[in-house]
């Protein structure tokens, strides 16, 4: 006999009532018919993209929430791709990037802001006089280069003022190919060193980022500043990074370039000092009997560079000029 409702052995016939809400799902949409492009400038929350050689506004899906969409993206996009005026497609999704040149605000900053996504080469521009060059500056660039994964180039500018041989010792060393260029020169071997692959430019406001894209695509039309004479500052004059097709000579070779603001800081926050050495093959391995935890900076006892420097196996240079790679991470630029 039972005292309950049912049975002992009821309860394996008996089903729970169904709910009649809609159940909650993490499924996301497939997306099937979304189109591929690739972002080229970013602005108040619209995205100029690139779809097959059509321009297209876009802005970004909900549920991509706060994922960041940069310039140098390759994104799948659905709605309204026509490119007409009034038009607004959506991003819904980002792939993956290949590359990722980021900065902070400062050392201490724990956030990273990324600039561009997927370029192979970091052109590093930087005037030999009016302004001065920032050499701390330069070191942090070619630091977050050889983070992100990507090829670093000097492009001295403005070599009609200033003999480039003084900074360029200071990098030859590190094996850092370079360019020298003055103000109406020719631009045949900045171009070949550009060309067929995607190059962001980067450099304090006044060295000549815009002026060498505007020779470089003569339909760019970039703003072009003056440095103050107080100062020694340049005017900011590009406002948001902007990428741009190399146009073909006739040579059948292509390529792009970002042009990006102006920069008076590089916080290097997200860069770990420890790992720097990975990007210097032929030293790295002349680590391997470093105690664990070496930075392999100046200070490092039993540091594996000081041992091969001693025995004839490294470059004195080379080492000094890493180990000044490893401070600018940590020393503040002004």
Known sequence: MTTGRYGEHDH???????????????????????????????????????????VVT?????????????VGDRVRVVGDTSGDDGTL????????????LRRTADDDDPVERVIVSN????????????????????????????DAGMQPLLCL?????????????????????WVVTHRGGNLDELRDRISDRTSVLVGSSGVGKSTLVNALVPTAMRDVGVVNAVTGRGRHTSTSAYMLALPDLGDGRGGWII???????????HVQPEDLIG???????????CPRGCTHGTDEPECGLDEAVAAGRADPERVTSFRRLLTARTESVH
């Open 12 to 54: 394996e016939h008996y089903e729970r009532p169904r709910r009649h809400t809609r159940p909650r799902t993490k499924d996301r949409p497939s997306y099937d018919d979304a189109e591929e492009g690739f972002v080229v400038t970013v602005d108040r929350g619209r995205y100029t993209l690139l779809m097959d050689g059509v």
């Open 58 to 70: 876009a802005m970004k899906a909900r549920p991509l929430g706060r994922k960041g969409v940069v």
């Open 89 to 100: 497609a959506r991003i819904v999704e980002v792939n993956e990037r290949l590359t990722t």
């Open 119 to 146: 370029a192979e080469q970091l052109v590093v521009v930087t005037a030999l006089a009016d302004p001065d060059p920032q050499p701390r500056l330069i070191d942090r660039a070619l630091v977050a280069a050889y």
């Open 157 to 177: 500018t403005k070599s009609d003022l200033a003999d480039p041989e003084t900074l360029l010792s200071t990098y030859r060393s590190l094996g850092v190919p």
């Open 259 to 269: 042009d990006t603001p102006g920069i008076r800081s590089f916080g290097l926050a």
């Open 279 to 289: 990007a210097f093959p032929d030293l790295d391995e002349m680590t391997e009997e």
